[in-house]
Nanobody, 119 residues
């Protein structure tokens, strides 16, 4: 099992930037892929993107591609989500998740960090 702790959320004006981090601890050697998702109360969860732990290959959802960047620091067991040109519709609780297998559902989730974008 892996423990995930997100940080970096907060309040920002539209057009601003935030960088979220997700620190992993525990059996990090089991991680195949790390992902970011966001969800607001009453809304469906939306996957924002993912990064392959070993290769650093990333994928971003079309809703954030060109504005968000996912990266990782393997030495620190940390994944980052750099969010640029934020818009009010980006307001959500952001979660990171770890997956051990090559496919399927994510196995472990962080507690989430709130991002609020004011207009």
């Amino acid at each position: 099992q892996v423990q995930l702790v997100e940080a970096g959320g907060g309040l920002v004006q539209a057009g601003g930037s935030l960088r979220l981090s997700c620190a992993a601890s525990g059996r990090t050697s089991n991680i195949n892929l790390m992902g970011w998702a966001r969800q607001a109360p009453g809304k469906e969860r939306e996957f924002v993107g993912r990064i392959t732990w070993s290769t650093g290959t990333t994928y971003l959802a079309s809703s954030v591609a060109g504005r968000f960047v996912i990266s990782r620091d393997n030495a620190k067991n940390t994944v980052y989500l750099q969010m640029n040109r934020l818009q009010p519709e980006d307001t959500d609780v952001y979660y990171c998740a770890a997956r051990y297998r090559l496919s399927g559902n994510y196995d472990d989730w962080g507690q989430g960090t709130q991002v609020t974008v004011s207009s």
